[in-house]
Structures are given as C-alpha cells and as structure tokens.
C-alpha cells in the first residue's frame, strides 16, 4: 500500500499528545490492512518552520488577507493564513503502522519521573527488561547495517573495521537544509553494544573514530565547524542498538537534549579513558523516564527505589 493511501484510510481515534510550542501533535487512529481488518497507527504532524529562501517575501509575497488588526502607536498585530507555496512544504509527517502498545504508551501525555539507576537495579531490572525485548524492536536497525533499507539515505559509511565501525544517517526530523536544525545519527556496525551501559576501555577506538570523521565530513558536507557540533547519547535510548545523535548547538530546542538523558560523547570518552576504563558499569545513572514506559514501572515497583 502506497504511503499517500495509508494517510487517506487514517481512521482518527483520539488525540495522544500535542505541543503547542513546538507546534506538533501526535493523532492515534487505525488503517484497514489488506485482509480487511485494522491495526493500531499513529500519525506526527509538525508546522514547518520557515525556510531561509522565503523570508525576504514573506511580507510581499506570501500574506493573504489580514484579520484581527489591532494598531497601538508604532505596534501592530494581525493574523493571516500565507499563501501556498508548493516548492516549500509546510508540515512534516511521520507515520508509525502498525503501532504497537509500546508507541502508544511512549507518545501519549504522561507525567515523568527520575529513576536513580544503581549498577545493582540495572542487572535486575533494566539488563532483564532490555533482555526481553522483541528482535522486531531493532530489526529496522539491522536492516539499515545489512543494506536491505534506507542504503539510499546513508551519508556516511565507515566499515572497514566492525569494531570501530558506522553509518551516518539523517535523522527524520531534518529537512537536509536548515543547518540550524541539523540532525544525524550514527548506527554503529557491531551488533553487541546496547547503551553507555555496556561501554568501556575496549571501546575507546570506536568512540573516538565516530567523533573525529562525522566533525569532519558535516564540516565538509554542510560547512559546520565541530564546535557547533553537539554529540550525545541517550539513557535511556528509544532503542537498544548503540547510536550517537548529533545536532547543531544552535538546535536548542532538539528532542533529548536535558539533563537526565542526554549524555555529551566528549563526557562519556573522558570517563572512559581518565577516570576508570569500567565507569559505566559502576557507577548510578539517573534518568528521566515516562511512567508509561513499562521499565519506568518496574524501577517504581522495586521497593528499593
């Protein structure tokens, strides 16, 4: 079924979350399939922002009828709706069919709470839940290091050596324009590293290999300096298959990037290599997790917490 198709049997259940700043919201609904039966999808829409090539007219070209003027001395507000600019999109679309519970859960409005992980709690609840988790959660990763998907969307590949090596890949939510909301992701090759968690000394060759030629290849590629480059990890990731976000510095506002899960690659080499080559499986590592997520239950049931 093509994409255009799915969009159009889209069937709206309910509302899962928006954001009113971000200007995005998350829509659950079902799809008939091909046996006539439905299954579970969800749908992302986001207002794109404003391209850098349209600004100059925007005032000129792209305003239709004014509505709501009001005028104080030299200040004005109105409203307007812009005029379609087809060459331009204006809303970004992500689709997730057939979505499974875990989407739901991860995607609906939610409080947070932070978990204090202790080596000892990580081997007897979050090893063991990431331990159950179903091969088809990562399959998707596999698919882009087989080659099977996606081969047209690596920008980089580096993989001369499984143990130091990756791919580069745009992540969904940039437009490969704006170089103010760049974001890139890096999938690396060995299939055995989940999280920080599993990280040490052994290690240090692969780290240092991802920071030193994705800074130079997006210098090369997209002319940003490495110092507006920000690389990170997640803990909690979404998925555990080890991979490295990067983003401009200027994206202040990228999904991630707070304390309580973002984790600086610069930091998580410094650790490694000057304060104890074991540091990850040591030491207590607080996170911020949505009491949805069923291994935020499980930290929350332990009596210990």
Not at 150 to 172: A, C, H, I, K, Y
Not at 174 to 202: A, C, E, K, P, Q
Not at 261 to 274: G, K, T
Request: glycine letters at 2%; proline letters at 4%.
């Amino acid at each position: 079924m093509q994409e255009a198709e799915l969009l159009k049997r889209f069937q709206f259940s309910r509302v899962l979350s928006q954001d009113s700043r971000a200007k995005c919201v998350y829509l659950l609904g079902r799809i008939p399939n091909e046996s006539d039966e439905s299954d579970n999808a969800i749908i992302f829409f986001e207002k794109h922002h404003f391209y850098e090539s349209e600004l100059a007219i925007l005032p000129t070209e792209r305003i239709t009828e004014l509505v709501d003027t009001e005028k104080n001395d030299i200040y004005l507000w109105t409203k307007t709706n812009l005029a379609k600019d087809f060459s331009r999109p204006d809303v970004n679309i992500r689709l997730i069919y057939p979505a499974t519970q875990a989407h739901i859960d991860k995607y609906t409005t939610q409080t947070f709470s932070i978990i204090r992980e202790t080596i000892k709690s990580y081997n007897e609840i979050t090893k063991p839940y990431i331990e159950q988790q179903p091969y088809k959660r990562i399959q998707w990763v596999h698919n882009i290091l087989d080659g099977t998907a996606e081969s047209e969307r690596v920008l980089l590949r580096d993989d001369q050596d499984v143990n130091t090596g990756f791919l580069l890949l745009p992540d969904m939510k940039w437009d490969l324009r704006t170089m103010d909301s760049l974001y890139l992701v890096v999938l690396v090759l060995r299939r055995d590293l989940r999280s920080i968690r599993d990280l040490n000394s052994n290690h240090l060759p692969l780290l240092k290999n991802i920071r030193e030629k994705v800074g130079d290849f997006v210098t090369a590629t997209y002319g940003v300096q490495r110092d507006r480059l920000r690389m990170f990890f997640h803990y909690q990731p979404s998925y555990y298959h080890l991979h490295v976000h990067i983003t401009h510095t200027a994206y202040t506002t990228a999904p991630g990037i707070i304390a309580g899960q973002a984790h600086l690659l610069d930091n998580v080499i410094s650790n490694i290599e000057d304060v104890d080559s074991s540091y990850y499986q040591r030491i207590t590592l607080p996170f911020v997790l949505g009491n949805n997520h069923e291994l935020c239950k499980r930290h929350l049931q332990d009596p210990t917490h």
